[in-house]
């Protein structure tokens, strides 16, 4: 019985070619494997702070298979560790109307941020990969989220590509709103004036206030009693 953790050494990893088909293999399960492969998990040595991996190489990787709609609307995040840094690429049809000419304004409501990129195109809106009504699936909440395309009567100029996070529904629909209103106003500053008639410039500031010490809620006590 060992009663010590062995450590491979430099000196005795020996590396062998791995050779891989990717002929209708599915994409994550087949990166799964290459990165076992790169790793060196697949041996017993295998040690986490030294490379014991093999070298691999990819076969027919032009006919692999990507499941689902990943290929059109699947999103890519990259982020540096600083506060601030994250940066999305999108695959496929997504990275076209990345490398169109767009207006973009970020909203927020409650605890939700919404960032928003206004493509032309025929009035197409996308929420974190997915269909505005598909996302929400709550009556009304398209006609909110949209309402500055209906005040400024641009609803069918646009394609919005939309990605909105934190809080509830209530609070994504708010943020989205207000995104679509700061983009269309990079992009027009004639609707302005529309566009914060109708309230939809204006950060809304109310947020459900914090429960005091002592009370049931922010402002209720509990029933007083006099004895």
Known sequence: MMTKTYAV??????REWRVVDAD???LGRLATRIAVLLRGKHRATFTTHIDTGDPVIVLNASKIKVTGKKLQAKQYVRHSGY???ASDRAQGGDSAMKSAPY?????????????VRLVPGEGTVVVNGKALDDYFGRDGATDRATLP???????????AMIKVEGGGVTGQIGAIAHGIARALQQMDKELGPALRRAGLLTRDPRAKERKKPGLKRARKAPQFTKR
């Open 24 to 26: 209708g293999a599915t």
């Open 103 to 115: 207006f973009q304004g970020t909203g927020r409501r409650k605890t939700s941020i919404a960032r």
């Open 9 to 14: 050494k430099r000196a005795e990893i020996q």
């Open 83 to 85: 506060r601030g840094t």
């Open 149 to 159: 395309f209906t005040v400024t009567n641009t609803a069918r100029r646009f394609n």
